[in-house]
C-alpha cells in the first residue's frame, strides 16, 4: 500500500523560506514521477511542481518558477520542495502525488494516483 507522508509545512513571513519534504513508502521509490500541488480556501488545486523518476527532468508552476525548488533521493525514497522569497499569495495546504503509470511528470492532478495528506504553509505580510 501506498503512502506519502508530507512534513516541514508551517508559519514563515513574506520574504522567508520552507522546505517540504513528503517521505513515500510501498512502492519503488525511484520508479515514480512525483508532483506537488496546492490548494488554498474556495481555489482548486493547482500544480506547481514536478520531477521525473531519475530527477533529471523537473517543471514549474510560472508563479514559482525562480523561487521554488524540486528535488528527489531515491535512497532516501523522499521528494522536497525547497521555498524561498514566500509570499502570501503561497499561502495554502501542499499535497505530494505519486504515480508510477506516467513517464513524464502531469501537470494535471488527475494525472496521479496516489496522494499525501498534506501539509499547510501560512505566509504573513
Known amino acids: 500500500q501506498v503512502q506519502l507522508v508530507e512534513s516541514g509545512g508551517g508559519l514563515v513571513q513574506a520574504g522567508g523560506s520552507l522546505r517540504l519534504s513528503c517521505a513515500a513508502s510501498?512502492?519503488?521509490?525511484?520508479?515514480?514521477?512525483m508532483g506537488w500541488f496546492r490548494q488554498a480556501p474556495g481555489k482548486e488545486r493547482e500544480f506547481v511542481s514536478a520531477?521525473?523518476?531519475?530527477?533529471?527532468?523537473?517543471f514549474y508552476a510560472d508563479s514559482v518558477k525562480g523561487r521554488f525548488t524540486i528535488s528527489r533521493d531515491n535512497a532516501k525514497n523522499t521528494v522536497y520542495l525547497q521555498m524561498n522569497s514566500l509570499k502570501p499569495a503561497d499561502t495554502a495546504v501542499y499535497y505530494c502525488?505519486?504515480?508510477?503509470?506516467?513517464?513524464?511528470?502531469?501537470?494535471?492532478?488527475?494525472?496521479?494516483?496516489?496522494w499525501g495528506q498534506g501539509t499547510q504553509v501560512t505566509v504573513s505580510s
Open positions: 510501498g512502492r519503488t521509490f525511484s520508479t515514480s514521477c
Open positions: 502525488a505519486a504515480d508510477w503509470s506516467l513517464t513524464v511528470p502531469s501537470m494535471d492532478p488527475r494525472g496521479f494516483d496516489y
Open positions: 520531477i521525473s523518476r531519475s530527477g533529471s527532468s523537473t
